[in-house]
T-cell receptor
Framework: NAGVTQTPKFQVLKTGQSMTLQCAQD?????MSWYRQDPGMGLRLIHY???????DQGEVPNGYNVSRSTTEDFPLRLLSAAPSQTSVYFC????????????FGSGTRLTVV | AQSVTQLGSHVSVSEGALVLLRCNYS??????LFWYVQYPNQGLQLLLK??????LVKGINGFEAEFKKSETSFHLTKPSAHMSDAAEYFC????????????FGAGTRLFVKA
């Protein structure tokens, strides 16, 4: 099994550009989340989904959109990139509510100049 | 809302010494608690989890953690540190309050000295 696959691994954007970070899992997990990781701040939840067609906001949703049209895919869209969105982004999935823990992707390192 | 506090952004131990990484949580409902490890340039890996069964939880690589409700703590320990334990460790709390959110602490970087 591939687990959680994130693409691209690295990306440089100019301020104002838009892009989509891709996330796919092949474990038939219902729950998927996007986190950003910044030095000294741990992981902060951007958006999450409890199943296809259902998404909700996390701690830091501004500037990001998500959709969940299939169980497998959970893309994260940056609408108009800003330098403050320079970060490492992780997608994670879980088989069920709360108690199972997450499987993480390997991350996307995004730089906005 | 739930929250997690990890005490100490950096911890340094000698090889063979006890590892103790501290985590305190806040939650209005019974929580699920987790420890994850992150090696450089990788994603997070689940070390262990507490899900209201035994309060002493054993995980991979010789790590264990004890849930103490009275102290709202979930500290991670390992009796004898190995060089390969050098990594960043994250404590996380998850509660079901109509949705499903897992909140992470800021992380503790563990250094192991030879």
């Amino acid at each position: 099994n591939a687990g959680v696959t994130q693409t691209p691994k690295f990306q440089v954007l100019k301020t104002g550009q838009s892009m989509t970070l891709q996330c796919a899992q092949d474990m038939n997990h219902e729950y998927m989340s996007w986190y950003r990781q910044d030095p000294g701040m741990g992981l902060r939840l951007i958006h999450y989904s409890v199943g296809a067609g259902i998404t909700d906001q996390g701690e830091v949703p501004n500037g990001y959109n998500v959709s969940r049209s299939t169980t497998e895919d959970f893309p994260l869209r940056l609408l108009s990139a800003a330098p403050s969105q320079t970060s490492v982004y992780f997608c994670a999935s879980s088989v069920g509510r709360g108690s199972y823990g997450y499987t993480f992707g390997s991350g996307t390192r995004l730089t906005v100049v | 809302a739930q929250s997690v506090t990890q005490l100490g952004s950096h911890v340094s131990v000698s090889e063979g010494a006890l590892v103790l990484l501290r985590c305190n949580y806040s939650s209005s409902v019974p929580p699920y608690l987790f420890w994850y490890v992150q090696y450089p340039n990788q994603g997070l890996q689940l070390l262990l989890k507490y899900t209201s069964a035994a309060t002493l939880v054993k995980g991979i690589n010789g790590f264990e953690a004890e849930f103490k409700k009275s102290e709202t703590s979930f500290h991670l320990t390992k009796p004898s540190a190995h060089m390969s334990d050098a990594a960043e460790y994250f404590c996380a709390v998850s509660v079901n309050t109509g949705g499903f959110k897992t909140i992470f602490g800021a992380g503790t970087r563990l250094f192991v000295k030879a």
